[in-house]
T-cell receptor, first 111, second 113 residues
Framework: QQQVKQSPQSLIVQKGGISIINCAYE??????FPWYQQFPGKGPALLIA?????SEKKEGRFTISFNKSAKQFSLHIMDSQPGDSATYFCAASSTGNQFYFGTGTSLTVIP | NAGVMQNPRHLVRRRGQEARLRCSPVKGHSHVYWYRQLPEEGLKFMVY????????ESGMPKERFSAEFPKEGPSILRIQQVVRGDSAAYFCASQLTVNTEAFFGQGTRLTVV
């Protein structure tokens, strides 16, 4: 049973465009929603995270939008760059418990 | 400040041998998670440990796999009698306290031949 569902599986965006990756969850006990970026051969690195008391969080070109009633959250990458090409994972956790990860989105930004 | 250190980075084992994967968390972190990643797939939870205690091992196969996080020293993921299906990247993550940022190591890539 996939606790966190992520889409799309892969995404191709032109340089300068907006990349949007979506995630949905069922467990209303989740209260921490991070996004991780992973380059080939490397470990995942935290990109940005949100808690359900806010609907949006922005850090530079990266924005998380959170819809608590719909149990969905998304990552927006503005002005996408070739260096953003990586695999992105959403995750969710509740206090004291493991992180549940989405299946990942492979992003390719075309110059 | 050293991040999460995993070693070895690459490990080759023959079928039937034992694999020992080590993870040193960020200094001061007492929460450690192990995840397995197959090629082109996401991260699958294996086990969650705090110092000297296994908190959640629901993702760990019942046989051949074990994990520990002793009072002193790194966390160890041990796979006995490895089989080809154990070939994967194994990642360790650590947290200072629950529900805070988890830092991942670079992973150990296990190949069973």
């Amino acid at each position: 049973q996939q606790q966190v569902k992520q889409s799309p599986q892969s995404l191709i965006v032109q340089k300068g465009g907006i990349s949007i990756i979506n995630c949905a969850y069922e467990n209303t006990a989740f209260d921490y929603f991070p996004w991780y970026q992973q380059f080939p051969g490397k470990g995942p690195a935290l990109l940005i995270a949100i808690r359900p008391d806010v609907s949006e969080k922005k850090e530079g070109r990266f924005t998380i939008s959170f819809n608590k009633s719909a149990k969905q959250f998304s990552l927006h990458i503005m002005d996408s760059q070739p260096g953003d090409s990586a695999t992105y994972f959403c995750a969710a956790s509740s206090t004291g418990n493991q992180f549940y990860f989405g299946t990942g989105t492979s992003l390719t930004v075309i110059p | 400040n050293a991040g999460v250190m995993q070693n070895p980075r690459h490990l080759v084992r023959r079928r039937g041998q034992e694999a020992r994967l080590r993870c040193s968390p960020v200094k001061g972190h007492s929460h450690v998670y192990w995840y397995r990643q197959l090629p082109e797939e996401g991260l699958k939870f294996m086990v969650y440990l705090q110092k000297e205690n296994i908190i959640d091992e629901s993702g760990m196969p019942k046989e051949r796999f074990s994990a520990e996080f002793p009072k002193e020293g790194p966390s160890i993921l041990r796979i006995q009698q490895v089989v080809r299906g154990d070939s994967a990247a194994y990642f360790c993550a650590s947290q200072l306290t629950v529900n805070t940022e988890a830092f991942f190591g670079q992973g150990t890539r296990l190949t069973v031949v």
